[in-house]
């Protein structure tokens, strides 16, 4: 983000992930400007003992700078500052801190020269802060049944809440490339993407920050990443994360072979990846309602009942990405990105 202002005072916004399920935590400081990239905002610290990620009488973590996004809630020279999370005295990172690891992981040289790109599909649903049921819903009841809902007009709950959150995505430089209503009524995706590397599990918390922001703002409704918010016959929440490489979207370097020599690599450590796709996952990978069940991989063309989709755009080009729909919509995008490139390159 190209930073030009020349104002003598800078209000900035420390963004981090907490101890619990990385929840997203912050805090404000006044800074002396002028800033032009993260590398002119300092360290901080925080109160670890109050975040579940450190002991009361050792409570002291330190805030790393790594990103900055204009910040769309302030006036007068604002910043988001997404950090990660260290120890003082040693420099280690924290155990919560999945970041470190995947930056590791995109600076290997036989991943940084495929230049994996990430476009992750964060659905998200929309509750009432006071009864904890989708907004729009009959209180203790149910709509319609499913149908009219996905990419609806005229039938949806919380647009200018999805709308809101897209334009300050976008005010923020955030590569936020669309939204739509999704199945089940209250609920809504967002896209991030495509980026590269460790830009995708940045961009995607910092859009979730924005989110929570947006529902703070309006008081009455806030929203949960749970993978099936309501139990029956309704559609559950992911974050599908589409995936290429170089290699991939290149049909003189493999196009679509090297997809499948890929999706193999997958198929191969299933397991370990489901036990890192989210929380509560197991209540939305049943083999119903788009998607596949959970202690099964398999794969196909345009199928959104498998664990990988490839689309019939790249089937027919013999090149392009490919989709792991098996994420959930708490899934930590760091982890999963991180995971993808791994299996698969290293």
Not at 206 to 235: F, H, M, S
Request: glycine content about 10%; hydrophobic content about 35%.
């Amino acid at each position: 983000l190209h930073l030009s202002s020349l104002d003598d005072k800078w209000t900035v916004e420390y963004i981090w992930l907490g101890g619990n399920d990385g929840d997203l935590r912050g805090k404000t400081r006044t800074l002396e400007g002028p800033i032009r990239a993260v590398s002119d905002i300092p360290t901080w610290n925080y109160d670890g003992s109050s975040t579940n990620q450190a002991p009361g009488i050792d409570s002291e973590v330190t805030l790393v700078p790594r990103k900055v996004y204009r910040d769309p809630f302030r006036a007068f020279s604002p910043l988001l500052v997404l950090c990660d999370c260290y120890e003082p005295a040693t420099r280690a990172p924290l155990k919560t801190n999945a970041r470190a690891r995947a930056a590791r992981i995109f600076e290997h040289p036989d991943v940084a020269c495929e230049e994996p790109w990430f476009g992750i599909e964060q659905e998200y649903t929309l509750l009432d802060s006071t009864t904890g049921w989708p907004i729009g819903w009959p209180v203790g009841g149910f709509p319609a049944p499913q149908g009219p809902y996905y990419c609806g007009v005229g039938k949806m709950y919380g647009r200018e809440i999805a709308e809101a959150h897209f334009r300050a995505c976008h005010y923020a430089g955030l590569d936020v490339g669309g939204l739509n209503a999704e199945v089940m009524p209250s609920q809504w995706e967002f896209q991030v993407g495509p980026c590269v590397g460790i830009d995708a599990g940045d961009q995607l918390w910092v859009a979730r920050y924005i989110l929570q922001r947006v529902c703070e703002l309006r008081g009455d409704v806030v929203v949960t990443l749970d993978p099936k918010p309501v139990a029956g016959d309704w559609n559950g929440a992911g974050a599908h994360a589409n995936y290429s490489t170089r290699s991939m979207r290149t049909p003189a370097l493999g196009g679509i072979k090297e997809m499948e020599r890929a999706i193999a690599r997958l198929r191969e450590r299933h397991a370990e990846h489901i036990a890192a796709y989210g929380s509560g996952n197991e209540r939305r990978l049943t083999g119903k309602h788009e998607t596949a069940a959970m202690d099964e991989f398999s794969y196909g063309v345009a199928d959104r009942g498998a664990s990988i989709r490839i689309g019939n755009e790249s089937y027919l080009a013999r090149a392009g990405y490919m989709e792991d729909r098996r994420p959930a919509a708490n899934m930590d995008p760091y982890v999963v990105t991180a995971m993808l490139a791994e299996t698969t390159l290293l």
